[in-house]
């Protein structure tokens, strides 16, 4: 499985924390952090899956920015060590108890790309109230390693 989408996942999570850390509207905030805090939830419920862990996880909850600072922080070690189940069937069950069978690539791009959605509606939620909302696609993340402009 591919590092460097570990490394736009992280570049473009950074990108929308900084741009969180800069709205002033507590109900807008709020909701930002719910999203952004939703989708390192999700990384925890995979990575959890993949190894087997059986712990409850708030899907969705309040989270503050010291806390969706934590959960990206721990992202990177949670996303590289799905990576190493790479070749790996993962037998897990959902949150309605229901058994199925993935294999560890594309669970990695399930997390990859369901991370993708909620920045989307974060960037939709700052651009909607006025906020600069930042260019997080892929093709940017690219053209920084090009420019060595990383954040």
Same mark, same amino acid.
């Given at each position: 499985m591919d590092t460097q989408k +570990?490394? $736009?996942?992280i570049w473009a999570n950074t990108l929308i924390?900084? !741009?969180i850390k800069s709205v002033a =509207? =507590? =109900?807008?905030?709020? &909701?930002?952090t719910r999203l952004f805090?939703? *989708?390192? #939830?999700a990384q925890i419920i995979w990575f959890n899956r993949v $190894?087997? +862990?059986k712990e409850s996880v708030q899907i969705w909850g309040t989270y503050t920015i010291e &806390?969706? +600072? !934590? *959960?990206l922080n721990d992202s990177t070690d949670m996303l590289s060590k799905i990576? =190493? #189940?790479?070749?790996e069937i993962i037998e897990y069950h959902d949150l309605k108890g229901n058994a199925y069978s993935t294999a560890a690539e594309d669970i990695f791009e399930h997390?990859? +790309?369901h991370g993708q959605h909620h920045r989307a509606q974060i960037l939709y939620l700052l651009s909607k109230n006025g906020y600069k909302a930042p260019a997080t696609d892929y093709i940017y993340f690219l053209r920084s390693l090009q420019t060595k402009d990383n954040f």
């Open positions: +570990i490394d $736009y996942d924390l900084n !741009s =509207e =507590e =109900e807008l905030q709020f &909701e930002l805090a939703h *989708l390192f #939830k $190894y087997g +862990i &806390e969706c +600072i !934590s *959960l990576t =190493e #189940k790479a070749g997390v990859i +790309i």
